[in-house]
């Protein structure tokens, strides 16, 4: 892979495998042959922890847990002896355990069994879904009706999470559903909303938490990453959501400068988080 100029280049943080529900084609062995090809220095295996199927949309289009796990919920076990496969195979690629976990606010009791059993290094938090009646829905699914609306609530949810639950370290795409966003409206301003974000960043940063670069959007919207900055937060990381070895590292070196722009470098080691600038 490229990198900008001499810089080296980060790491993967947000990666997943044949352990994610929704990941048929993921491979972690071949995630691993993937990092080293491109040069990544480590590479986080943040596979899915949804306590929830992923339900009904008002019109009845679907996105419910499927694949290998009936549940969604990872199977820790075997994804920890993956990992130690794949150390052995990989010696000189630092592998991190993680996590991504759904609606971690909603779900403590379901989140702290994981957590228990999987020791993990990275932790991270993502709002998928919002509650619709009794039901939790994707909120990309909701995007038909008051797309603006949608984007507020997840955002308002998200600040639940965050200041609600401290056990993730990591923010995961923050904006979501504004990729979904209709192309027949006008287009999204992260603007309107400006202060649904500060609500979000503030207690983020002042938690001393780290915002996440998600490169398959990408995510957050243009000028969150400054706002971020503005909030006081003092950490990025860069995540592909690679669901397929393929996409891993998948648009860094353009979210690198972006993270640069913004007021964030390298930090001590290319393993680490980048930091403030
Ligand atoms: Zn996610
Ligand atoms: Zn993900």
Redesign the pocket.
Known sequence: MESTGAEPVPADG?V?TEW?WDAPTGSMRRSCARARELGLPAVVF?D?ADFTPWTTAPDGRRRVIGGHAATGLLDVAGYLDEVRWCRERYPDLRILTGV?LGEPHLFPDDTARVLRQGGFDRI?G?VHCLPVGGDLVYSPLLMDSDPLDVVRRHLAETALMVTRCDVFEVL??LDLPVLFWPADRPPFDPHALRDEYAAVLEPLAAGGRVLEV?T?GPWPSAPVLRWWREHGGTAVSF?S?A?DPADLGRGFPEAMAWARASGFRPGRTPADHWVRD
């Open positions: 947000h997943h994610s943040s899915h991504e991270v993502s995961a795409h998600n398959a995540g959501d669901h």
